[in-house]
């Protein structure tokens, strides 16, 4: 199992940028890929942007060109920085580890908020 903690959260006025961070624990070798959802109040949660460990990104159409996910040599950290961020952008933002043999672990999640 994977542990995952995020963090960089918080309010930022529209046009601004966030870069969140997500750490990972445990065991990191079964980690496949690494990436972001995101849920709205009422919403489902959708995928924001995803890694896998040789490198290959995918992002969702809703927030390409505005996002960008990396990660770290070492594999246990994922970043995404967010710019020109928008009203509709506010929601919790997940890290997700996707493990090599079937199934996701989750994070706690942060909150974005943008204001307009």
């Known amino acids: 199992q994977v542990q995952l903690v995020e963090s960089g959260g918080g309010l930022v006025q529209a046009g601004g940028s966030l870069r969140l961070s997500c750490a990972a624990s445990?065991?990191?070798?079964?980690?496949?890929?690494m990436g972001w959802f995101r849920q709205a109040p009422g919403k489902q949660r959708e995928e924001v942007a995803t890694?896998?460990?040789?490198?290959?990104?995918h992002y969702a159409d809703h927030m390409k060109g505005r996002v960008a996910i990396s990660r770290d040599n070492a594999g246990n950290m994922v970043y995404l920085q967010m710019n020109s961020l928008k009203p509709e952008d506010t929601a919790v933002y997940y890290c997700?580890?996707?493990?090599?043999?079937?199934?996701?672990?989750w994070g706690q999640g942060t909150q974005v908020t943008v204001s307009s």
């Open positions: 997700t580890a996707y493990r090599k043999y079937g199934g996701n672990d």
């Open positions: 445990g065991s990191i070798s079964s980690i496949n890929a």
């Open positions: 890694i896998t460990n040789g490198g290959i990104t």
